[in-house]
């Protein structure tokens, strides 16, 4: 059986690679592609990458009407555009997949980090929160999914096993993170010409960057208990990767590293898309694959847990997480379609 899907704004880097994952795909297809800004153009006229996949598919206007009755709606928009879209999915459509950011959080969070009314709180709880390693049991029990963002994902794939263990304090917990230049998206802005980004590294969103709320919210989850982070950005003169360190204050005594690389591969165990190792994290090793490397180093010296993770910012950040939990929805093994491999060199 074919599942029938629609992208919906496919000419974003986001919408490129979800174009890519699904050509591969054995049980979706790809029968609708909206972008408003690119009517009439052809996927591979755009994406040359893509033109063997999709010969003949074609960008159309988004009208919700068109896509009623499909099986599955990735929504690839930019932040704010899916509150006025999803309203008039949500009951036509099998399943909505939403990338943004308008469904992840409750709405007093959404309202507080994003500094705007949201126009469809009552559309909040039919989204669970789509990072499955964390939420698989609310994913299995939702039609529709909200997929995190890159820096909440690889920032939350690496703390977890210490907050669920209880093995760290809960508040004073610092993420930095760097990411390349396509997780600003493909749209034209000065700060992501090439002379303003080669040769340049710059930390953004000091103090109140919003996916610090997805962290918290999550982390929370895990821990059972409010937990407190801060949050850098860095953005670095490479495209793709994205690779976080984590701080945090111990919470028991005797630590060892190798304690604590055991208690990763536990908590990760049967996870087809973490892999936990002895070695620092690497972008370059994630590149195109939709697995995240993750490792964890207690330092006596200094009595901190120092926790590491690394992903590519568009497949396990992004598309290929989205493909992830629409596998979940949709009732098929969850690695369908997805690499778990980097590519090298």
Known sequence: ???????????????????????????????????????????????PSLLGAYPSLVYAPLVA????????????LPHGRSQSIAGALVDTVGHVVDLGADFRLPQPDYEEWYGET?????????????????YRTEIGAARHVAAPGCYPTTALLALAPLLHDGLIEPSGIVVDAVSGVSGA?????????????????????????RHTAEMEMALTHVAHQSVQVLFTPHLVPMTRGLLATCYARPTVDHLSTAELLGRYRAFY?????????????????????????VTV????????????????????????????????????????????TGLMP
């Open 65 to 76: 009407g068109d896509l009623a009755g499909l099986d599955v709606v990735f929504l690839a």
């Open 297 to 340: 180093r207690y330092d006596p010296r200094t009595n901190t847990v120092l926790a590491l993770g690394a992903l590519d910012n568009l497949v396990k950040g992004g598309s290929g997480q989205a493909v992830q939990c629409a596998n979940l929805l949709l009732g098929l093994p969850e690695t369908t379609a997805l690499p778990s």
């Open 185 to 209: 998206g493909r749209g034209a802005k000065v700060t992501s010409l090439f002379s303003e980004v080669n040769e340049n590294v710059t930390a953004y969103g000091l103090l109140t960057h």
């Open 118 to 134: 949201h126009t469809a709180p009552e559309l909040l709880d039919q989204f669970a929160f789509g990072l499955p390693e964390l």
């Open 269 to 293: 165990d049967g996870e087809p898309f973490v892999v936990v190792t002895d070695e620092s994290p690497a972008t370059k090793a994630t590149l195109s694959s939709n697995t995240a490397h």
């Open 1 to 47: 059986m074919a599942y029938r899907a629609a992208v919906v704004g496919g000419s974003g880097y986001l919408g490129a690679e979800l174009l890519r994952l699904l050509a591969g795909h054995p049980a979706i297809e790809v029968v609708q592609v909206t972008a408003d800004a690119n009517v009439g153009a052809g996927v591979g006229e755009l994406f």
